[in-house]
Structure formats: structure tokens, C-alpha cells
């Protein structure tokens, strides 16, 4: 069994809230969306990956010290097999962050999911291209909802999830760190205090802050 890999990197995790964990990065290849800002383009330019044997990608884990190890893309969760990959990591480590747009999700990886929820954090960053919709099985599994606040984003989209915010943390994430949407999320922050009780966090994205990868 083998694996579409675009890099794996060791750095500080640079968003949301474990923000300054230090993980270890496979970013896997492929995505079925195509965000205006994404920085990560390279990630399913279908020429910036190598195939990894199943058991290498492993060896790789099993020879890093870190506790944290994270799947992203792209979107990980497109990646056929991916549940697999999924359990044979938390067969090695006991902590995986998963980064997904939320769009896709399967039956076996429902399982999968069901089967290790307390070793898996999920951060779902809904996106416009899809009018921020999220896949519905995976609400029960996410562990943090991370919106980028950018010329899209509304306080109505962020409103969609109401209800599933009282059990996972609430992100705003400025796009790109620019000031211009800085002042946006801070604007929304203090909407979604004033106006509906919810609290939201607002993060940048700390590892370009510090130019880290
Ligand atoms: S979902 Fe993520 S990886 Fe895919 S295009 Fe959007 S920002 Fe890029």
C-alpha cells in the first residue's frame, strides 16, 4: 500500500488552538477544492508528490520524537486508504491532528474516527467555495471549527454551526494575517459576543508570523 506525500516536515504547530505544539507534518496530496488564497497550491499541482510505501511513512513516525502527529493536504481525507494510514499511526502515536475542509467523509473513516476519538483531533476549516458547508457525520468527531476570515466570510456562515459550539473551540483566523481582515474578525468576534453569546478565538497564523514552516 502506498501513499501520495507532497512533504513531511517537523515544526511548531502554527494555527488554532494548540497552537506552538510541536508536530510532525505529512501533508498528503490532492484537494477537491480550490480556495482563491490557498498557500498550499502545490499540494494538488499533481507534480509536487512521491509515493510512499505504507510501511516507510511509518518508519518515519516511528523514528520522530514528537507526540503530535498531524495529516494535511490538500485535503487528507480524499487520500484512498487514508483510514488505514489513520490506525496505523495511532498504533504508534497517541495524539493525530487532522486538518480537513469537512467536505469529505465515509463510512470507514466514520468508523475509523469512532474507533479512536479520543486520540484524533479534528480541525474543520469550512470553506466559501462550498458555501462553508460541512459533511454532516463528521460534526460529531470535530474538535475545533476554524473559520479564515477573509473578503467571504459572514457572521451568517459562522452562525450556520451554532449549535455545535458549545462542545469545540471557535476560530477566527485571519486570512494571510492581513490587517484588513484582522479587523474584520475582530469585528465579528465582538458581534458573535454581543449579539449571540458565543465566543470565538481569534488565532493568526503564528508560524508565518515567526517564518517557520
Ligand atoms: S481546501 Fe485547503 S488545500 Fe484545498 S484549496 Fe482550499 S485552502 Fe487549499
Not at 480537513?100 to 479512536?116: C, I, P, Q, W
Amino acid at each position: 500500500m502506498r501513499f501520495r506525500v507532497v512533504e513531511i516536515f517537523q515544526s511548531i504547530e502554527g494555527e488554532g488552538s494548540l497552537i506552538g505544539f510541536p508536530v510532525l507534518f505529512i501533508r498528503l496530496e490532492g484537494c477537491n477544492l480550490r480556495c482563491p488564497w490557498c498557500d498550499t497550491t502545490y499540494s494538488y499541482d499533481g507534480k509536487s508528490y512521491k509515493d510512499y510505501p505504507l510501511d516507510e511513512l511509518l518508519n518515519i513516525v516511528k523514528n520522530s520524537n514528537f507526540k503530535r502527529v498531524c495529516l494535511t493536504g490538500g485535503e487528507p481525507l480524499l487520500t484512498p486508504n487514508v483510514e488505514i494510514l489513520i490506525e496505523k499511526i495511532l498504533s504508534i502515536k497517541d495524539f493525530l491532528i487532522i486538518e480537513t475542509n469537512g467536505t469529505v467523509f465515509n463510512k470507514r473513516l466514520k468508523a475509523t474516527f469512532e474507533k479512536f476519538k479520543n486520540k484524533i483531533y479534528t480541525v474543520v476549516s469550512p470553506k466559501p467555495e462550498v458555501n462553508y458547508k460541512i459533511h454532516q457525520d463528521i460534526f460529531p468527531f470535530i474538535s475545533e471549527i476554524k473559520f479564515v476570515v477573509d473578503e467571504f466570510l459572514t457572521i451568517n456562515d459562522i452562525l450556520k454551526y451554532s449549535n455545535l459550539y458549545k462542545n469545540l473551540f471557535l476560530i477566527l483566523q485571519p486570512e494571510s494575517n492581513k490587517e484588513i481582515y484582522l479587523k474584520k474578525a475582530l469585528q465579528l468576534q465582538n458581534e458573535l459576543l454581543t449579539s449571540h453569546n458565543l465566543e470565538a478565538r481569534l488565532i493568526p497564523q503564528c508560524h508565518k508570523l515567526l517564518n517557520l514552516k
